[in-house]
């Protein structure tokens, strides 16, 4: 069993945001921002912003710079220079080769059909791998995945809202992928490898991240490195019943007129309770009451709908 140790002696906080620029700057997203910033600040940490531009195919031009410019705006005070994982490949590759040489990777050359077909049972985020590479290719595919080797015991963690999480990665996921075979680094070994080169302490983000938290933390062992802190945040859901997101319209998108409004129902959101006076307050201001109040406690572990009508 990998579980988190505590120490007894605590590293300074270190937090950090990290969107994906594809689209403009939404309540969803402002729910992270807002989170994890409080969090951070009121421990007199510190809060890094990273890009994580990661699958450029998906990357919309000029939506990174308006989301910085317009979190500036707001007031979201952030420390160091912005990160941007389209100028890390290097490094990612760096760390697949140590994993590699340390025996922790295999190609796979198995399709998503092949795994489809041969998966002893569907787990939370699709069929579970069921190892077929492991011992060399043999799938039908030309293109090669890297994956990572797991192993059959469970990876316990505390998250500082939901309590302890566990999740066996054989059993749940099976071994899984740091390096696509379409030649992108898989979110996984990139957000790890940030978050260490970066000193981060805590992780706060949306509970639909929650299930990779053991993947993270298994990479996190096989590297010797101890995982930071996890907090995980309820997510904001549109009337269709899922997460609300860019690709839902325009609804929920975050603009300078109405970005007042919208981090007082973040606040509300998350069970703060703001005065309705401060309702209609400069962001800035909003954002001073928030670091004055804000407690993890009143925070509600469930997603709830949001409507913008």
Known sequence: MYKDQNSNSKPPVIGRFAPSPTGPLHFGTLLAALGSYLVAKQSSGRWLLRIEDLDQPRVVAGSADAMLSLLDDLGFEWDGQVLYQSQRFERYRDILNLLGNNGYLFECACSRREILASAPHSGDEGPVYPGTCREGPKGQ?????????????????????????????????????????????????????????????????????????????????????????????????????????????????????????????????????????????????????????????????????????
């Not at 300078?256 to 309770?273: K, P, T, V, Y």
């Open 141 to 309: 595919r030309a293109e090669r995945s890297i994956r990572l080797r797991v192993d059959d015991r469970p990876v316990v963690f505390e998250d500082k809202l939901y309590g302890e999480q566990q999740q066996n990665l054989q059993a749940e996921i099976g071994d899984f992928v740091l390096h696509r075979a379409d030649g992108v680094f898989a979110y996984q070994l990139a957000v790890v490898v940030d978050d260490i080169d970066s000193g981060v302490t805590q992780v706060v983000r949306g509970a639909d991240l929650l299930s990779s938290t053991p993947r993270q933390i298994y990479l996190y062992h096989c590297l010797g490195i101890r995982p930071p802190e996890y907090l995980h945040l309820p997510l904001a859901l549109g009337t269709h019943g899922k997460k609300l997101s860019k690709r839902h319209g325009p609804d929920g998108v975050i603009n300078r007129e109405n970005a007042s409004s919208m981090i007082w129902r973040a606040l509300d959101f998350f069970g703060q309770s703001p005065p309705e006076e401060i309702d209609g307050s400069p962001p800035a201001e909003l954002l001073m009451w928030a670091r004055e109040h804000f407690q993890v406690c009143r925070i509600p572990a469930h997603n709830r709908t949001v409507s913008f009508s």
